[in-house]
């Protein structure tokens, strides 16, 4: 039986050591699902799996690959699935489970090889159990060969990925724990021992150099980012220095006319009365006062840019004053 159908979900059972479930994919799924529907049928076999309630063994259907499909249909609430169902024995059934998780799932390194050296040693079992006569002029096919062959790697590949999953439980633990899983290199060093302590031993020396170069790695970033503020900090510096130059240039400007004004060197303009005038000295005095202190500033870098810029809006301020006394009695001259 090769057949497409849609099935219950509730007579779907999943058996066996089965990777956890990642909930981010199964909700990222969950919404595709809602959008455009289920584009790739979970996969099923007729097989005996235990009543979870009475304990009795039943035929039912084995989920043999879709495990995230299930759960995210579950999820919607959706009672039936489309699913392909095989006639498949056990050993088959994970067979293929095993060649779709490495084509499909986000596997580590220790984890990809141990589900390829699981496929090895299943296809052995299925080769015993077939009592398949050997090829002509040669041996049977060996495990190795034929993972190489239908699951599509490299035999050296294939061989390193049996290595690594002979490394001890131990090994294995240390290897998650430390945050090496996904390091090959790593693992088949480790593997190259066989006591299951110095394989932990390997996995713990090159954790702790993976650690020490990570610190010099942020130890060189920090030392980088240092070295970028510090640029920027002597950026800015420069173009606060360029500013105050700017703003003593203005004020000697300023305080020399100012003085002339004073002597009565400066005459007033004809169409402009002497109150105006008095109104201008008095904001332009201002205005002054607003130079000076920014001139005075204290000269500390941590505090400079900010009261520097305080003080530029004190010129500001002292600018509007000087313009608001200017127009303003000049408006009200013009309506009369």
Same mark, same amino acid.
């Given at each position: 039986?090769?057949?497409?159908?849609?099935?219950?979900?509730?007579?779907?059972?999943?058996?066996?050591?089965?990777?956890?479930?990642?909930? !981010?994919?199964?909700?990222?799924?969950?919404?595709?699902?809602?959008?455009?529907?289920?584009?790739?049928?979970?996969?099923?076999?007729?097989?005996?799996?235990?009543?979870?309630?009475?304990?009795?063994?039943?035929?039912?259907?084995?989920?043999?690959?879709?495990?995230?499909?299930?759960?995210?249909?579950?999820?919607? &609430?959706?009672?039936?699935?489309?699913?392909?169902?095989?006639?498949?024995?056990?050993?088959?059934?994970?067979?293929?489970?095993?060649?779709?998780?490495?084509?499909?799932?986000?596997?580590?390194?220790?984890?990809?090889?141990?589900?390829?050296?699981?496929?090895?040693?299943?296809?052995?079992?299925?080769?015993?159990?077939?009592? +398949?006569?050997?090829?002509?002029?040669?041996?049977?096919?060996?495990?190795?060969?034929?993972?190489?062959?239908?699951?599509?790697?490299?035999?050296?590949? %294939?061989?390193? +990925?049996?290595?690594?999953?002979?490394?001890?439980?131990?090994?294995?633990?240390? +290897?998650?724990?430390? &945050?090496?899983? $996904?390091?090959?290199?790593?693992?088949?060093?480790?593997?190259?021992?066989? $006591?299951?302590?110095?394989?932990?031993?390997?996995?713990?020396?090159?954790?702790?150099?993976?650690?020490?170069?990570?610190?010099?790695?942020?130890?060189?970033?920090? %030392?980088?980012?240092?070295?970028?503020?510090? $640029?920027?900090?002597?950026?800015?510096?420069?173009?606060?220095?360029?500013?105050?130059?700017?703003?003593?240039?203005?004020? !000697?400007?300023?305080?020399?006319?100012?003085?002339?004004?004073?002597?009565?060197?400066?005459?007033?303009? !004809? $169409?402009?009365?002497?109150?105006?005038?008095?109104?201008?000295?008095?904001?332009?005095?201002?205005?002054?006062?607003?130079?000076?202190?920014?001139?005075?500033?204290?000269?500390?870098?941590?505090?400079?840019?900010?009261?520097?810029?305080? %003080?530029? &809006?004190?010129?500001?301020?002292?600018?509007?004053?000087?313009?608001? %006394?200017?127009?303003?009695?000049? !408006?009200?001259?013009?309506?009369?």
């Amino acid at each position: 039986m090769n057949q497409i159908m849609e099935i219950k979900i509730d007579e779907i059972f999943v058996v066996g050591d089965r990777r956890p479930l990642n909930m !981010d994919a199964v909700n990222r799924l969950a919404e595709s699902i809602q959008k455009i529907g289920l584009q790739t049928p979970i996969t099923v076999r007729i097989g005996i799996a235990p009543d979870p309630e009475t304990g009795e063994e039943l035929e039912t259907f084995v989920l043999v690959s879709g495990h995230h499909r299930l759960a995210s249909y579950r999820q919607l &609430g959706i009672e039936r699935i489309p699913a392909i169902i095989r006639d498949w024995n056990e050993i088959e059934a994970q067979l293929w489970e095993i060649a779709e998780n490495l084509h499909r799932a986000e596997l580590t390194a220790l984890e990809r090889d141990e589900q390829v050296a699981k496929w090895v040693e299943l296809n052995a079992s299925r080769v015993s159990a077939q009592s +398949a006569p050997k090829p002509q002029g040669g041996r049977p096919e060996s495990g190795i060969n034929a993972a190489s062959r239908e699951l599509g790697i490299e035999r050296t590949d %294939a061989q390193r +990925a049996v290595k690594v999953a002979s490394l001890s439980d131990e090994a294995k633990e240390a +290897a998650r724990e430390v &945050g090496l899983d $996904d390091n090959r290199s790593v693992l088949l060093t480790a593997s190259k021992e066989e $006591d299951p302590v110095k394989q932990v031993e390997v996995i713990k020396q090159r954790a702790e150099r993976k650690s020490l170069k990570q610190q010099i790695d942020d130890a060189s970033f920090a %030392a980088k980012d240092a070295k970028a503020s510090a $640029d920027d900090f002597n950026r800015q510096l420069q173009e606060l220095r360029q500013e105050l130059r700017k703003l003593r240039d203005d004020n !000697d400007t300023l305080r020399h006319e100012l003085e002339y004004a004073r002597k009565g060197q400066v005459t007033k303009p !004809d $169409d402009i009365s002497q109150e105006h005038f008095n109104i201008i000295v008095k904001a332009t005095l201002a205005y002054r006062d607003a130079m000076i202190a920014s001139h005075n500033l204290p000269r500390e870098l941590s505090e400079r840019s900010n009261e520097r810029r305080e %003080a530029k &809006g004190n010129v500001q301020d002292a600018l509007y004053e000087l313009w608001g %006394a200017f127009e303003g009695p000049l !408006d009200e001259e013009s309506s009369t």
